[in-house]
């Protein structure tokens, strides 16, 4: 059983009133991005129209130059600025189209937000529910304060999308520099999804 | 207040990506990470030392689920509609709960042991033998995370050893494959055809169909996790990794 101490609570008693205006403006935002995209996805009638029309969106509300030089690595350093502009704009790509290829015109998830927790400071993680076509997910919105809350991250069922292209780019970099990460990833971009 | 130093460290490190030399990672930073909350190195690491082997079993399981397993899918799904398809899987999970009764135990998670009790209760009485998923509806039995015996080796302390792919099954770990063992053993599904006469002609029924029944999710699971990916192997691997450690934590 574990043992229950108040001094943690004593201590950061001065730091709760922060960390509730943090988790709430942090989830405000989320729940504004997922409304804006939940409503072109309720206008369109295909995935490519979602994935162009949600862009713009999309790009409002979340950090993608952080998503991409974190599935990078620590490669991402000696990327030139050419090279991380043109890798964000392959990835952003990539991440939106491995999102709307999930959506199905006509049918509309539910969400559930549950309680958001702040695991470090200027960071905020959201556990949503979401039924989609009678099946639970358990999707974690990953916020950071990056000039204003932005989407960090999406974890669905414990799998984070970040950590998932951070095994497969930070190797393709080991072997081949920022080119070779730029070439895997026009290539992934080039095949039909 | 941490938060000044984390957003200057941040700032730091955005205005060094600019350069095209390799830069140092600032002091109390891990050297793999690329700012102050990147925490993603490690995140999905296994050992592979049968790394080429694996390979060759990945692409062989690849071909046999596009050729073999996909077309029985759709067939399936074709010919039974959603809600029969449903029905099917709800008796088929409530049947399974040995594997999570027993493993709730094993982990010392007594409460959520009962709750596999009475969701099973609920489910088998109130539910027509489990057809309908009635403890959905009772908000204390609708979200008990499900457990099995590879969550029961982790909470052990058991680490994952390496990675194997499995032939037909797919992704796995030394413990996992125990794990799978321990499942097989705890499903009655499969007791008629471990236990029973392998001359009766009914006995491969139960578990076949429980193989036909989820093919539909499985695959849906595994071509989600390589689509779009810059390498299916690694992307199934990553995919596999993060999502065990994650149950095990539940």
Not at chain 1, 83 to 96: P, S, Y
Not at chain 1, 143 to 160: F, L, T
Not at chain 2, 158 to 171: E, F, K, N
């Amino acid at each position: 059983m574990k043992r229950r101490s108040f001094l943690p609570i004593f201590l950061t008693f001065p730091a709760a009133g922060f960390c509730a205006s943090s988790t709430s403006a942090a989830e405000a935002r989320l729940r504004t991005a997922i409304g804006e995209v939940l409503a072109v996805a309720d206008r369109v009638t295909s995935r490519s129209a979602l994935a162009t029309t949600a862009r713009s969106i999309l790009q409002r509300h979340v950090s993608f130059e952080t998503m991409t030089r974190r599935a990078v690595g620590v490669g991402w350093r000696q990327f030139n600025a050419a090279q991380q502009k043109r890798a964000t704009e392959l990835f952003t790509t990539l991440v939106i189209r491995t999102y709307s290829d999930k959506f199905t015109p006509g049918e509309h998830p539910v969400i559930n937000y549950k309680n958001a927790v702040a695991p470090a400071a200027g960071r905020v993680d959201v556990p949503t529910t979401l039924v989609y076509k009678g099946s639970n997910y358990a999707v974690t919105y990953r916020m950071e304060e990056i000039g204003g809350w932005k989407i960090a991250d999406v974890i669905i069922e414990g799998v984070s999308l970040v950590a998932n292209y951070r095994t497969q780019l930070d190797s393709t970099f080991k072997q081949g520099g920022a080119a070779a990460v730029i070439r895997s990833l026009e290539q992934s971009v080039a095949r039909p999804s | 207040m941490k938060k000044p130093a984390s957003l200057i460290l941040t700032a730091l490190l955005i205005s060094s990506c600019a350069t095209q030399h390799a830069t140092p990672a600032p002091e109390g930073q891990s050297a793999a990470a690329t700012d102050a909350l990147d925490d993603y190195e490690g995140a999905a690491e296994v050992s592979d030392p049968i790394e080429p082997l694996n390979r060759a079993t990945f692409a062989f399981n690849d071909k046999l689920y596009s050729w073999v397993f996909t077309p029985i899918s759709k067939t399936y799904t074709t010919v039974l509609p959603s809600p029969f398809r449903q029905g099917i899987d709800n008796v088929y999970e409530n049947v399974k709960f040995p594997v999570r009764f027993v493993n709730s135990g094993l982990q010392g998670n007594f409460k959520r042991a009962g709750q596999e009790l009475q969701k099973f209760g609920v489910n088998t009485f109130a539910g027509f033998g489990g057809l309908i998923k009635q403890s959905d509806r009772i908000p204390s039995l609708k979200d008990v995370p499900l457990e099995d015996s590879g969550q029961t080796l982790a909470t052990w302390g058991m680490g994952h050893g390496p990675y194997i792919v499995l032939p037909i099954l797919g992704p796995c770990t030394a413990r996992e494959t125990l794990g799978l063992v321990g499942d097989y053993a705890l499903n009655p599904v499969n007791w008629t055809f471990a236990l029973g006469d392998h001359a009766d002609k009914w006995a491969w029924i139960p578990s076949t169909g429980n193989t036909v029944r989820s093919l539909p999710d499985q695959l849906s699971k595994y071509n989600d996790s390589k689509a779009n990916a810059i390498d299916p192997y690694t992307a199934v691997k990553s995919t596999y990794i993060q999502n065990r450690n994650n149950a095990a934590k539940e």
